[in-house]
């Protein structure tokens, strides 16, 4: 799933283009793509963004007039196209809009499920849609993250990973910063120490920025991920070769040697434990 990341650098090439003309056409939408009917999506047509925005994994274009969102969440498997004036695009997408002039701004997703989606909603309604989140990751500073680790009993994986708690890392981004702040995935997020959450802090930072600026260049998973996805591969510190465990529903990369002291960790797959 694309993370604050790849979310953000969505952003930057999105913002100028949706703006540049009024909507022409909205629509049509996938029918398990739109999540909400009323206001229509044709109430788009005629008015202009403002630009894009992001909060957390999901990007949202507010009109100019201040009454309407657009909001997107691409889930795992959403992408996201702008296609200039006579570029060919995809003949059925699960969202289409038409800019006046002809360029588009189109919504794929790959597989038969659409687990992607789009909701056309007013300012209040976007508040309330967004409300749950924590705060932003990105720039999070030492101190909010103290304070949010020594209330959490939980697992530096499972914690950095729920939204509600730290708003834009999944599990890639959570690998790749627990390797770079050499902490086991493992650690429960009370018992860090000071000086451990300085190190986390400023490694949630170095490495969504080194994401992003990654991402802006067009920088494909293989290259962006140092410790992802990258089972047996030498860790880009020590040269130990990278190793891999089941937790909970997600598989976790992280170095034995820089992150564990030298242990394995042991599979807790959701559905072992609830045997
Ligand atoms: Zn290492």
Known sequence: ?????????????????????????AGPAHVATLKTFDPPLAALEGRRFEGARRRAKRLYFPTDDGELVLLVHLMTAGRLKYLTAGEKGPKSPAFRLEFQGGAQFVLTEAGSKKRAGVWLLTPEQLEGELGHLGPEALGLGAEALGEICAREPRRLHSLLRDQRVIAGIGRAW??????????????????????????????????????????????????????????????????????????????????????????????????????
Request: glycine share 4%; aromatic share 6%; charged share 35%.
């Open 1 to 25: 799933m694309p993370e604050l990341p790849e979310m953000e650098a969505w952003r930057r090439r999105l913002d100028e283009p949706v703006r540049a003309f009024p909507i022409a056409k």
């Open 174 to 275: 959570a690998n790749e910063i627990l390797h770079h702040a050499r902490l086991s995935p493992y650690a429960l997020a009370r018992d860090l120490s000071r000086e451990q959450v300085e190190r986390l802090a400023e490694a949630i930072d170095v490495e969504l920025e080194r994401g992003l600026e990654l991402r802006e260049r067009g920088a494909n998973d293989k290259r962006t991920y140092r410790v992802h996805d990258k089972l047996h591969e030498p860790c880009y510190v020590c040269g130990t070769p990278i190793a891999r465990v089941d937790f909970e529903e997600h598989t976790i990369y992280y170095c034995p040697d820089c992150q564990t002291g030298g242990r394995v960790l042991k599979d807790r797959r959701l559905s072992r434990l609830l045997r």
